[in-house]
């Protein structure tokens, strides 16, 4: 389970527009990644890779902003609103289960529709 002051401290981090770092940081070596229903990613090289394509797609690290946050044991919630260069906001929900002080699974759940148009 995360104390208060590490999880501020990996939300503090991605707000810093630092996403890699914080998936460096903040998860485990064996750690999973899902968007939704889509595959699911293993490994730390893997999730830091997905990012930096994510990031790439997307012209830079988007205005990151933590709406709210809850946490029952090792499982957090994250709600998070992701401010794009193109003008387009997704608001997501990020659910992650803690192993320590590090993440060792996070899924992501949102509405694809937002970033269309």
Same mark, same amino acid.
């Not at 830079?60 to 387009?88: E, L, Q, Y």
């Not at 997501?92 to 289960?97: H, L, N, P, S």
């Given at each position: 389970?995360?104390?208060?002051? /590490?999880?501020?401290?990996?939300?503090?981090?991605?707000?810093?527009?630092?996403?890699? #770092?914080?998936?460096?940081?903040? @998860?485990?070596?064996?750690?999973?990644?899902?968007? +939704?229903?889509?595959? $699911?990613?293993?490994? $730390?090289?893997?999730?830091?890779? !997905?990012? /930096?394509?994510?990031?790439?797609?997307?012209? !830079?690290?988007?205005?990151?902003?933590? /709406?709210?946050?809850?946490? %029952?044991?090792?499982?957090?919630?994250? %709600?998070?609103?992701? !401010?794009?260069?193109? #003008?387009?906001?997704? +608001?997501? $929900?990020?659910? &992650?289960?803690?192993? !320590?002080?590090?993440?060792?699974?996070? /899924?992501?759940? @949102?509405?694809?529709? &937002?970033?269309? #148009?």
């Amino acid at each position: 389970m995360p104390t208060l002051e /590490r999880l501020k401290a990996f939300i503090a981090r991605v707000e810093a527009l630092d996403h890699v #770092g914080a998936i460096e940081d903040f @998860y485990h070596a064996d750690a999973t990644m899902q968007e +939704n229903l889509s595959a $699911i990613r293993t490994g $730390i090289e893997a999730l830091v890779a !997905g990012e /930096r394509a994510a990031l790439k797609r997307m012209g !830079g690290a988007p205005v990151s902003t933590c /709406r709210a946050f809850a946490v %029952n044991g090792d499982t957090v919630f994250i %709600n998070w609103t992701f !401010g794009m260069a193109t #003008g387009k906001v997704l +608001n997501e $929900i990020a659910v &992650q289960t803690w192993r !320590g002080d590090r993440i060792a699974a996070e /899924r992501f759940y @949102y509405d694809p529709a &937002q970033m269309q #148009g």
